[in-house]
């Protein structure tokens, strides 16, 4: 591990790639180059002939499961660690099969950036343009495209250029601003931590170097405060015998003792008097920090409700639509009644229309389609059985986002974005 | 927020050297960890908290001090004792719990224990079966308890790396790899049929360092053993094993004094010590930060390719 430092940020990545274009030897290249993978844990994938990176099969620090090992290949997310003198790093490892696109699209969740591996010989194909766009409806800033097996096309600069054109054509459609796009050989370990001494032509940045720097803050600060409450605390100890805090994590915006807020979906009004946490009283706080708030009035607040700036409040409605992915085995259908999850609070609710289905593939739309699949994705109307307090996704993904429960078994079975 | 000691004052939040608005990394885990446990407390009937006494569970049970603050935690704390731990965590572990005026429970199996149940004779696999696995999940059952915080970390181990922040076990505590929910946004999906029960882990996203650095920042109290210092200790193979308990010793084994420290801690028998001469936190990270071994390597039970898996299977957190 790197140097312990203290005041460095977070950033959460997804890495997305067909099976075999590398994608476990790209992060496994990272952990070995950083020092973040562990002397005893390379002992145990270490081939027997060689020394150094050369006897390590890389992608094996990666894959972790039993199942995965004998079929080798990545068949769920798995969270990896590693820090660098500058930012702590947690890297979902998503497989990039069609029939894994529920674990990329719950991978890419909670990322701030992606990284997207393709074989330079391959070169863009219809798989990237559906990673990219499942990226691109996640509503990820950023995304980093490796172009790998450099080694394989003679690290030729031309091949890049070009696969680099297209993909800009292709994701300036698709609403994704920050491209970057990198020449590598994984297996070699050009420009994944250490420069190389094979594509001198290239002059931007090295993975490690894009990672460390590209912007994280995700600008929640600068949003509409949202605040979902949690928990009402109520202690009623002898000290604290009337004490009621409502306790959550600010899930966008800034607030401050003095504010009007508007606690929804009821309407009521009120002031925030103090900002509480364990290390004393703030004067401000902010997106992501996890804080109990007291107003001046008492009013009936409950888990499942929002507090915001009683000037900008979100939609209240008991019915929406949504960009829905869906995971479970049973497919998703009209008139099916089903639970949902948004922020805080678990609605029922039932689908009242399959607007259409996109072929990930094509990224053409179907209309009449009458069900989602396992990792189809399509967008629905919802009727709700009351009314929820949201934004839409493209406006905030902390209070746009929601999980679809099948209330018979329990299990998550999508993934949804309001629109 | 990383900064110990309360102040009467209200106090500046945003320290100098970070840019407005910003958390550093370790806050931000903190927060999410926060999240997590308000979560679990808010959505489940009868939780509790795994309290193992290292450092994992110091930090955790920090976390919930500060997730609750300015209540009491509402949860109990759950001991799983083994009856071979060291005798400065049953010490620091009435000690700290006292402090913290936590409630704690504290669960042996004793029938295995009254027979006799040792890693030597028996094997560690059985030995941990029984004195571990088997005992959790009697306690849990005991409490009737619906969901049960851990300290497990996700680069621990890699067949952790998986695992979800709610781990679903069925009605005998059991982990099936393949029947886990996806993890979205910050979702955590808490509903669960009668009999099944929840296994969450609010520090999944912390790594050893994290969990130094913390403690540092925090000024959270540690077990002693975390400290270097002169310990009779005998070599096995690559192992440092302490010789406090010479019942456990294998013949022709010596002990001698070594300056050594814990890096996790376990059970007397078979938890391993390292060479050290950190005997100051600051010193602990210097070395963990050029560590080249992971930490679980001290414990001789990880050991054999796929072991953590399948006790995982079997109920183990
Ligand atoms: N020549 C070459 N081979 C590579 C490179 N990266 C990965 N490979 C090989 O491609 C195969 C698949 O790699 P792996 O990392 O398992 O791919 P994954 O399925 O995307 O995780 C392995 O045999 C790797 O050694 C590279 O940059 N150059
Ligand atoms: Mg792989």
Redesign the interface.
């Known amino acids: ?4 430092k ?5 950033l959460r990545l997804v890495t997305v790639g067909s099976v075999d274009d590398g994608k476990s030897t790209l992060m496994g290249r990272l952990l070995y180059d950083t020092k973040g993978a ?4 390379l002992q ?1 994938v270490r081939k027997d002939e060689g020394e150094g990176a050369d006897g390590i099969d890389l992608a094996q620090l ?1 894959d ?4 995965e090992r004998e079929q080798g290949i990545t068949i ?6 590693f ?1 660098t003198p500058r ?2 790093f ?1 890297m979902a490892d998503c497989p990039g099969h069609e029939q894994y696109t ?2 990329m ?2 991978g890419a ?2 990322a701030n950036a992606a990284v997207i591996l393709i074989d330079a010989r391959k070169g863009v194909l219809q798989q990237t343009r559906r990673h990219t766009h499942i990226i691109s409806l996640l509503g990820l800033p950023h995304l980093i495209v490796a172009i790998n097996k450099m080694d394989l096309i003679d690290y030729d600069e031309a091949t890049f250029l070009q696969i680099k054109e297209e993909l800009s054509e292709f994701c300036a459609r698709q609403n994704i601003h920050d491209l970057i796009c990198i020449p590598v050989s994984a297996l070699a370990g050009d420009m994944v931590v250490e420069r190389g001494n094979n594509m001198p032509w290239y002059e931007g940045k090295t993975v490690l170097e894009t990672l460390e720097t590209i912007d994280v ?1 995700g600008h929640l ?1 600068e949003n509409e405060f949202r605040f979902p409450v ?2 009402v ?3 009623q ?1 002898k000290e ?1 015998p009337d ?1 009621r ?1 409502f ?3 600010i899930a966008s915006g ?1 607030v401050k003792p003095g504010d009007e807020i508007l606690q929804l979906p009821a309407g009521k009004r009120s002031k925030i008097k103090e900002i ?11 997106a ?3 804080v ?1 708030l007291t107003l001046e009035d008492e009013i009936d607040i409950s ?1 499942g409700d929002i507090i915001v700036h009683a000037d900008k409040p979100p939609h209240t409605a008991k019915e929406l639509k949504a960009i829905v992915c869906w ?1 479970g085995e049973e497919p998703l259908s009209p008139h099916k009644k089903y ?1 949902i ?4 609070n678990t609605v029922k609710a039932m689908v009242s229309e399959i607007n259409y289905r996109t072929d990930i593939n094509e990224l053409t739309r179907d209309e009449s389609a009458n069900e989602l699949a396992m990792n189809e994705i399509g967008k629905v109307s919802l009727k709700l059985m009351k009314p929820l307090t949201f934004d839409r996704f493209e406006d905030n ?2 209070t746009g ?3 679809i ?1 099948d209330s018979f078994t ?3 079975v999508g ?1 949804a974005m309001i629109c | 927020m990383l900064t110990s000691g309360k102040t009467d004052n209200s106090i500046n939040m945003i320290d100098k050297t970070m840019p407005q608005h910003k958390l550093t990394q370790l806050q931000e885990l903190e927060s999410e960890s926060i999240h997590i446990m308000r979560e679990v407390v808010a959505e489940f009937r009868n939780p509790v908290m795994m309290y193992s006494v290292g450092k994992d569970s110091s930090v955790m049970l920090h976390l919930a001090r500060k997730a609750f603050y300015p209540g009491p935690l509402p949860f109990p704390l759950l001991h799983v004792d083994t009856g071979y731990k060291f005798q400065e965590m049953y010490e620091f572990r009435d000690w700290y719990v006292k402090k913290v005026g936590a409630k704690l429970i504290v669960h042996r199996n004793e029938d295995a224990i009254s027979k006799g149940m040792n890693p030597n004779e028996f094997g560690v696999a059985r030995c941990c079966g029984a004195l571990k696995t088997g005992a959790l999940l009697e306690a849990l059952e005991k409490g009737g308890y619906d969901a049960a915080f851990g300290g497990a970390r996700r680069d621990e181990e890699r067949s952790r790396a998986k695992e979800r922040v709610y781990s679903m076990r069925d009605s005998f505590g059991q982990w099936d790899p393949k029947n886990q929910r996806p993890e979205l946004w910050n979702l955590y999906n808490g509903r669960i049929h009668d009999g099944e029960s929840v296994r969450a882990f609010p520090i999944s996203n912390w790594t050893e360092m994290d969990v130094w650095q913390y403690i540092k920042e925090e000024n959270i109290p540690i077990v002693p053993l975390y400290y270097a210092k002169e310990r009779p200790m005998v070599e096995r193979g690559n192992h440092l094993i302490p010789a406090e308990n010479s019942q456990f010793l294998l013949e022709g084994e010596e002990p001698k004094l070594v300056m050594s420290r814990y890096r996790t801690l376990g059970c007397m028998p078979c938890t391993g010590a390292v060479r050290s001469s950190a005997t100051t936190i600051e010193e602990i990270i210097e070395e963990a930060s050029i560590a080249t071994r992971s930490e679980r390597e001290t414990r001789i039970i990880d050991h054999g390719s796929n072991s953590m898996e399948d006790k995982k299977k079997e109920g183990y957190f």
């Open positions: 591990m790197s140097i312990a203290q005041d460095i940020e977070l562990f002397e005893d844990q145990a990666t972790g499961l039993a199942a769920d997310v798995a969270y990896r660690y820090a930012r702590k947690i529920r674990n699209v719950t969740s909670t803050s600060d949690q928990y605390s109520r202690p100890t604290l004490f805090g306790m959550g994590r800034t509480i946490t364990f290390d004393g009283n703030l004067d401000e706080a902010f992501p920090q996890s109990t888990r995971m639970l999850k948004h922020t805080t993904r902390a986002n929601f999980i429960i329990n299990n998550t993934a």
